[in-house]
């Protein structure tokens, strides 16, 4: 490499190096990266004068001099995240840490049409300037999109929730002023959650929403499968015959567990359903309880499978949080070892995961690259 290359690859490395310890000295910096006290220095003055790093206090002094301790300005980049649904839209930015800054929900029914693709840029043109972003400190957007998707051909193979089949993706990027890449909405929320967790290295996410989707964690990275269809939870059959799925066949999770069991024919969103609910509405009790058996048994077979831990999120999360007991009692009525529920997991982003996992893409390569 030339002087020009293995400066960037030291940039590349000290910017990692603060984001894993949060803050360290140029001293610190240079011991742990072999690196010598010049180069760390120029490439941190670099940084700085970019505000990409900061001086955040000073350590005690063996003589001389108190060293200065130096972090990762997390907010001199962001990052925005749009999730499709059916029915909504989710915005979100994000810092380099990974944090919610900002976050918008608006009501938009797809329609694979250009006016709405080009609503989708207004959104965000909007959504960037309410907050008063700076839109040059943005280093991309991530779409989630309910569906397959082939990362190698950039193609939303298939969509049964927006009834869509091979949608190129430059098609929704087109009026985007920025660089874009999607992903699949499950796969993406189980990266969200992972996202810097030192302590779950294997997982299952569990996204319920309209459709029934997830993603499939090993060694703190998404296991996509053969064909990138890896983690369709929502289309394994549960009953045999059973009712009809979004997919045209017969007995899937996602007939049973989608939040559209809980809401046609008599609610407009899950929201009304469980406020019905909390009022003693007896239909809504009743067709929770049968809800949550279809429920525990679609996540028993998945730990059965797995033995890992597992993550619920989607739209479904919150209220599961708020009943979380009837669905443990029938966890372990089909648990074959009598183990504890402790291997199940809430969502830490809910109904944001998508979005912010989308989002997240670009923090990921800006660390990485």
């Not at 199940?344 to 979005?355: I, M, N, P, Q, T």
Request: charged share 20%.
């Amino acid at each position: 490499m030339n002087n020009l290359e293995v400066r960037s690859t030291n940039k590349k490395r000290i910017i990692n190096f603060l984001y894993e310890k949060d803050n360290a000295t140029k001293q610190g910096i240079a011991n742990s990266l072999h690196l010598s006290m010049p180069t760390v220095s120029l490439i941190l003055k670099d940084l700085s004068a970019h505000g990409l790093v900061r001086k955040t206090g000073t350590l005690k002094s063996s003589g001389g001099r108190k060293p200065a301790t130096i972090a990762l300005s997390y907010g001199a980049k962001l990052s925005a995240g749009i999730e499709i649904t059916q029915n909504h839209l989710r915005f979100v930015l994000i810092d380099l840490n990974g944090n919610v800054l900002h976050y918008k929900k608006v009501r938009e029914l797809f329609q694979n049409d250009d006016q709405y693709f080009r609503k989708i840029a207004e959104y965000l043109k909007n959504f960037i300037a309410e907050n008063k972003v700076d839109p040059d400190v943005i280093l991309g957007v991530g779409i989630a999109f309910p569906g397959v998707i082939n990362t190698k051909d950039n193609i939303l193979d298939y969509s049964p929730t927006l009834k869509i089949k091979n949608l190129p993706l430059n098609i929704p990027a087109k009026y985007i002023p920025y660089p874009v890449m999607a992903n699949n909405e499950a796969n993406l929320a189980g990266f969200a959650e992972i996202w810097k967790i030192e302590n779950i290295k294997n997982a299952v996410f569990l996204s319920i929403n309209k459709g029934v989707g997830g993603a499939i964690i090993i060694d703190n990275k998404l296991y996509n499968g053969s064909n990138g269809r890896s983690g369709e939870f929502g289309h394994m059959t549960i009953v045999k015959n059973g009712l009809t799925c979004s997919c045209g066949k017969k007995g899937c999770l996602e007939a049973y567990c989608s939040t559209k069991v809980l809401t046609e024919p008599n609610f407009n969103d899950i929201d009304e359903f469980f406020a019905a609910m909390k009022m003693g509405n007896q239909y809504c009790v009743e067709k929770w309880k049968i809800y949550l058996d279809y429920l525990a048994t679609g996540i028993n077979n998945i730990h059965t499978i797995f033995d890992s831990d597992i993550i619920i999120g989607g739209e479904i999360d919150q209220y599961l949080e708020q009943y979380p007991d009837t669905l443990y009692e029938k966890l372990s009525s089909f648990d074959s070892f009598n183990e504890p529920c402790r291997y199940l997991h809430f969502s830490r982003y809910g109904d944001k995961a998508s979005a912010v996992g989308a989002a997240l893409l670009f923090v990921n390569t800006f660390l990485s690259d």
